[in-house]
């Protein structure tokens, strides 16, 4: 079952079932995009009818923020919980790892997904990384090429979004991998180039105010995000 949060429908899901779900994808013959939406990616596909769309055909769609859960209760659709992007791809690997699929790794700064790679298969031992690119390309053409030769059955995709799922959404057909994962910047977290919170922030929802600590730049993103909390209140109130 979806749950509509101001305009993007979520699977309501735990991360076992997420997982769950995700493997099953691997089984049939026909390109699948998984998207974690945060308030930020809610926002965008407010504006943005594209990407909107691209979110509504995706295959699974999970909260990863804490705010879109707190929205869905708002709206007295309430979600079974956060389920992190991050997460999702680690349990992810471990189960890929027993059963010999195939990873790719799109994204980030030159370099940095061969040193996740690097780390994801010292951390999951049998994982299979087959190939990897920078998210700074100019064509795709080479890329597409790059993941079709790899014979990838997962490609974890982090150019940010909305990029990251139009892209999928563009050329995961021809890229020929099975499941396509948007991830923002997991890749540089995998490659210890960026901290997650500690677990307490994380278990209590404010992994974005360590966040915001560590980078005070956000704060611009951020403060957006209140707002969101007032649409849904505005939303519930129209009774959408
Ligand atoms: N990125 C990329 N290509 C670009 C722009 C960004 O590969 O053209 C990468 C960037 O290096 C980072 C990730 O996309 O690793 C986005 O990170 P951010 O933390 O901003 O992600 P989000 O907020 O989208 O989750």
Redo the contacts with the bound molecule.
Sequence with gaps: MRVDVLGVSFDNVTMDEAVDKAMAFLEEDRPHLAATPNP?IVQRAGRDPEYAEVLRQADLVIPDGIGVVYAARILGRPLKGRVPGIDLASALMERMARTGKRLFLL???PG?AEQAAVKLQAEHPGLVVCGSH???FQEDGPVVEAIRTARADVVFV????P?QEKWAAAHGQAAGARLYIGL??A??VFAGKVERAPEQFQRLGLEWLYRLMKEPSRIGRMAKLPLFLVSAVGAKARGK
């Design positions: 930020e994204g980030a700064k940095v920078d998210g700074y982090c150019l940010g979004f990029r923002g910047g890749l540089d």
